[in-house]
């Protein structure tokens, strides 16, 4: 609590909605995800963190895309605003987390959208020649990708949204 009553830890908090790519320097970068892909980069060196949350795998043909609806571009349009400059990359540290499995499809199915997020994450990571770590992928549960500006720490959290819902529902 501050002088005024308020408790300001959230304002520090900003929350990276579908489709967006942010950047801060301080405070906490967070993404609710199910089959969505968050996508961290940390630069040590300049103190620079991003957060992009990817809901489709791959970009239509001919479509310019400068956000993070897309995971085949998103990384690179995370990268950027990060990192601009290709020679001062060194050092640079990136995460991917989510890709979940939220509706219990077969393992045929051609409605794994968040495996094919991740993928395609994998595949845009490993040809801009980025080492990356993984947390909490291809899940039957969402997470939150929390990204710690402050600290340049990354951390996933495990959701089980349906433990949640059978807790609150009124019929059990």
Not at 33 to 57: E, K, N, Q, W, Y
Request: charged share 25%; net charge negative.
């Amino acid at each position: 609590m501050t002088e005024d009553g308020q408790d300001h830890a959230e304002e520090k908090v900003q929350h990276v909605r579908i489709g967006e790519i942010r950047t801060a320097s301080t405070g906490i970068l967070k993404a609710t995800l199910g089959s969505c892909v968050g996508i961290a980069l940390i630069h040590p060196r300049t103190h620079l963190c991003g957060l992009a949350h990817c809901f489709l795998p791959l970009a239509p043909a001919g479509v310019a895309s400068t956000d993070a609806r897309y995971a085949d571009r998103a990384v690179a349009n995370l990268l950027l605003k990060v990192a601009p400059d290709p020679a001062r990359r060194r050092g640079l540290r990136a995460f991917i987390t989510g890709g979940g499995r939220m509706l219990n499809e077969e393992a045929d199915s051609r409605l794994q959208v968040g495996q094919l997020n991740v993928e395609a994450v994998r595949a845009s990571l490993k040809e801009l020649h980025i080492r990356f770590s993984e947390l909490h992928i291809g899940e039957f549960a969402g997470c939150n990708a929390i990204l710690d500006c402050d600290q340049l720490t990354f951390s996933s959290e495990t959701i089980n949204v349906m433990a949640k819902v059978e807790k609150e529902s009124a019929w059990n």
